[in-house]
C-alpha cells in the first residue's frame, strides 16, 4: 500500500454554503448538501443501534447531509414491471430520516432503481404500450416515498437516479407534478454524469440539478491528467449551471479503494478482483472535492458509507470510506481542521 502524499492530507476546502430558501423554515436548510449516500447494510437495518452509530461516526467526520438510498427493483431493463426493494421497509427509511435528523444532518431522499446485471441507465422499455405501464409502477412507489420523505420532513427528494434512457418521456413532466402535490421540499433529479445532465429536459421543473460523476480518469499514477478530467466535468456543470438558472449537487463521486480504479471508476469490487489501494481512493477524493469548490456546485455526497460501523478497513477494495485514508481527507475538507499526521 502506498502512503498518501502530504498534500493529499492537508487539502484545505472551502465550498460554498447552501440556503434553500421556501422549502423549509428550519435554519437546516442554510447548510449545503456535504455528506455520504447512506447505505443499509445487512444486519444494520436502519434504526438499529449499529445504524445510529454510523450515522454517528458520519456526523463527527463533519458530513451535513445523508443520501437515504431506498431501491427498487427491475428483474431485467426491459421488463416493465418494477416493484419496491426488500432492502429498506416504510418503518426503516422512516427511521433513517429521524435519526438523522436527532443528529442534525439535513436528509436528502434518493430512490435507486436496481438491474440485475446491469444499471438503471439501461431501462427503456422495447415497446411504447408498456411504457404507461413502466411510469405507473415508478409512480406508485415514488409516490410512496415522497409521502414519507414529507410526513418526516426530509429537506430533498430525488425523483429518480440515472435513468438515462427514460429521460426524453414526456410521462416525467406528470409525474413530477404529482409527486409536487405530495411533497412540499426540494425536489432535484440525479443525471449520470455530465453529458446526462445536458440532455435532461426537465430540469426547469425541478429545484436543483443532480449528478453522479464518474468519468473516466486514466491511470492511477497520472493525477495530472485526471485533474484535467475533473475540471472539464466541472467546467461544463457551471456552463449547466448558469444556462438553466439553478445550483448542482453533486449527488455522488466516489472510487473503489483498490488498484487501477481511476479507469473505471464506476466499477464494483464484485466486478474486478484488485489489490487493496486506499490511498488512490482519498487521492482522488481529495481532487475532485478542490475542483468541485466553485460557487454553482452547492454539495457533494460521497458515495459510499454503510450502516455497518464497522464496514470498510484498509483490506477492502469497494467503494466504502470508512476505516480508510479518505475518512481523514472529508474531515479535513468537511471540518476544515485536521492534523496531517
Known amino acids: 500500500m502506498r502512503l498518501i502524499a502530504s498534500s493529499a ?20 436548510f442554510e447548510r449545503q448538501f456535504d455528506g455520504f449516500n447512506v447505505i443499509a447494510a445487512p444486519g444494520h437495518p436502519f434504526g438499529s443501534n449499529s445504524a445510529k452509530l454510523a450515522l454517528t461516526n458520519a456526523k463527527e467526520l463533519g458530513a451535513r447531509t445523508v443520501a437515504i438510498v431506498p431501491f427498487l ?24 430520516i429521524r435519526d438523522a435528523h436527532a443528529l442534525g444532518l439535513a436528509v436528502l ?11 438503471a441507465g439501461t431501462v427503456a422499455v422495447t415497446s411504447e404500450q408498456a411504457w404507461p405501464t413502466w411510469f405507473a409502477n415508478y409512480r406508485r412507489e ?19 437516479t440515472e435513468l438515462d434512457g427514460t429521460t426524453q418521456r414526456t410521462e416525467w413532466n406528470v409525474l413530477i407534478d404529482g409527486v409536487r402535490n405530495l411533497y412540499s421540499g426540494r425536489l432535484l433529479y440525479v443525471a449520470h ?12 421543473r425541478l429545484d436543483l440539478i443532480g449528478v453522479s460523476l464518474y468519468p473516466p480518469l486514466g491511470a492511477d499514477d497520472d493525477r495530472d491528467g485526471r485533474r484535467r478530467v475533473m475540471r472539464a466535468v466541472a467546467d461544463h456543470l457551471d456552463a449547466l449551471a448558469v444556462r438553466m438558472g439553478k445550483s448542482i449537487i453533486v449527488a455522488e463521486i466516489g472510487l473503489r479503494s483498490a488498484e487501477g480504479a481511476a479507469a473505471k471508476p464506476w466499477e464494483s469490487a464484485e466486478e474486478r478482483e484488485a489489490v487493496p489501494d486506499p490511498s488512490l481512493q482519498a487521492q482522488v477524493i481529495a481532487d475532485w472535492l478542490d475542483i468541485l469548490d466553485r460557487p454553482a456546485i452547492r454539495g457533494v455526497l460521497i458515495w459510499r458509507w454503510l450502516t455497518d460501523p464497522d464496514a470498510g478497513g484498509l483490506t477492502d477494495t469497494d467503494f466504502t470510506v470508512q476505516g480508510k485514508p479518505a475518512e481523514h481527507i472529508l474531515m479535513c475538507a468537511w471540518t476544515r481542521s485536521c492534523n496531517p499526521g
Not at 193 to 204: H, I, L, M
Open 9 to 28: 492530507f492537508g487539502v484545505a476546502l472551502a465550498i460554498s454554503g447552501l440556503t434553500l430558501s421556501g422549502a423549509r423554515s428550519e435554519p437546516v
Open 73 to 96: 427493483w427491475q428483474s431485467s431493463p426491459t421488463n416493465p414491471n418494477l416493484v419496491r426493494g426488500t432492502d429498506m421497509s416504510d418503518d426503516e427509511l422512516r427511521a433513517a
Open 109 to 119: 431522499v434518493k430512490p435507486h432503481l436496481w438491474v440485475p446485471d446491469s444499471w
Open 142 to 160: 415514488l409516490d410512496r416515498i415522497a409521502r414519507i420523505a414529507e410526513e418526516e420532513r426530509a429537506e430533498a427528494l430525488a425523483i429518480g
Open 193 to 204: 454524469n455530465v453529458e446526462g445532465a445536458e440532455k435532461v429536459p426537465f430540469w426547469d
